[in-house]
């Protein structure tokens, strides 16, 4: 049932935030610091270990997956957005320091991807 997955997915949202309100407060401030982040950590430990301690039937376990799996990808759309509100609000040094982070990151992709490729391959098949 997608119903374990939603309920997993507020357990997990409402203990998140419970932490982060308390991680600022613990640092003095008054924000939440860091909740969503703990959110999705607990979604993806929780979401592991249900397989291997509790036994649910396929489609329990297929509605678990997929709120974990929509549940990432939302929260960092949302996020990023806020970002991007955030640094217009901020004035013209935060987006221009936005872009240029986007431009390094962009291109930064080809040398990372040549990192991963081995160069022994040809050899060894010859």
Known sequence: MI?????????CMLLGT???????GLL????NVG??????LLLILLSN?????????????????FWSAMYIPIVVAMAAKQNV???????WLAVVAGALAVA???AAIPLISRLGVDDNTDSETQ
């Open 85 to 91: 509100l955030a640094a217009l609000s901020s004035g």
């Open 3 to 11: 119903v374990y997955g939603v309920a997993l997915l507020s357990f």
């Open 28 to 31: 003095g401030l008054e924000a």
């Open 49 to 65: 270990l249900s397989s291997k301690k509790f036994r649910l039937n396929a489609v329990s376990e297929s509605g678990i997956y």
């Open 104 to 106: 390094v990151s962009f």
């Open 35 to 40: 909740g969503v982040g703990i959110a999705m």
């Open 18 to 24: 419970y932490a982060g309100n308390l991680l600022g």
